[in-house]
């Protein structure tokens, strides 16, 4: 089949409706199956439901009101305390000054590449510290001062941007091979540069083989480290509304660009997927699902053969 052919072809298979009305009827529909029988089916998408109902109209008073409350000093002491939340945990595990980053933006942005394969070695875990710094460290701390009363409030901005300055993406770490971290899974002190240990190492394995990926797609048994982004929805949903979820998700890919970048210039390598299973990384995390619950996850470690030889494409 020539290129012109191919490319009919694909566009063709994206594009096709099915118009049989068994199709309700079958046991296994994939995304695309179920995107193809969309007109027939008899329920609506809940995906296009969220998008519908998350837009801001015009004539909508409400959301920006709810908006305006955050600038006032109640709400502008609120925020001074994101980051101050406790964590249920066994252990305090002071992280080292992160490993530098001296890699030119440019190069990182050109070398960035999915990495699917890992040579089952540890990293230092300074190499550790710097991604987590770059995902949440704190770089700057300024004074605001409050407009009804004298004094300030400290606040405490980081590396990536964040709606509204709440913070909503929480990470948790299941440290497989770190040098000086013992195997299990932790939580991120983004104001303190520290972890909270909060599972062992039987959650770590749960958490870990809850990929919902075969071994040759993504080998994570071999990764030194995989990231768990937890979202905290209500943190946003009192600011926003339910349009808060969308910044969730946008705070979401903003870690993960500087994950990335950092885990680049480091020498590592690594790769995002979506592709676990919810429930039982929320059952090895800790998590219900609902005011806590599994966004995104960033798997690393020393990166193996180069991308051109890796097991399918690699952007």
Request: glycine content about 12%; some cysteine; hydrophobic content about 40%.
């Amino acid at each position: 089949m020539d290129e012109p052919d191919r490319v009919r072809g694909a566009i063709l298979g994206n594009s096709v409706v099915s118009i049989d009305r068994t199709f309700e009827s079958t046991g296994f529909r994939t995304s695309a199956s179920r995107y193809r029988g969309q007109t027939t089916s008899a329920q609506d998408l809940l995906a296009d439901l969220f998008l519908l109902n998350t837009t801001v109209e015009r004539h909508d008073h409400e959301a920006p009101a709810g908006v305006k409350g955050y600038f006032t000093d109640s709400g502008l002491t609120m925020l001074s305390l994101a980051g101050h939340e406790t964590a249920d945990a066994t252990e305090r595990v002071p992280l080292p000054e992160p490993a530098p980053l001296d890699a030119a933006l440019g190069d990182c942005l050109r070398r960035r590449r999915s990495r699917r394969d890992f040579r089952a070695e540890p990293i230092r875990a300074d190499q550790l510290a710097a991604v987590l710094w770059a995902a949440a460290g704190v770089t700057a701390e300024p004074s605001v001062p409050l407009q009804g009363e004298d004094g300030s409030v400290g606040m405490r901005w980081r590396t990536a941007p964040s709606p509204g300055g709440l913070y909503g993406v929480d990470l948790y770490v299941a440290a497989a091979r770190v040098e000086g971290v013992e195997p299990g899974v932790y939580r991120l002190d983004p104001l303190g540069g520290a972890l909270w240990r909060v599972a062992g190492d039987a959650e770590l394995r749960a958490a870990v083989g809850a990929c919902a990926f075969e071994e040759d797609v993504i080998p994570v048994s071999r990764a030194a480290a995989v990231l768990f982004l937890v979202g905290r929805p209500p943190k946003l949903y009192r600011k926003y509304g339910s349009r808060g979820l969308r910044y969730l998700f946008l705070e979401a890919g903003e870690i993960t660009q500087n994950v990335h970048l950092a885990v680049t210039a480091l020498g590592l390598g690594d790769v995002e997927t979506a592709g676990f299973y919810d429930r039982e990384v929320g059952a090895a995390l800790g998590l219900d699902g609902v005011a806590a619950t599994l966004v995104h996850t960033i798997v690393l470690g020393p990166a193996g053969d180069p991308p051109a030889k890796e097991h399918g494409a690699s952007g």
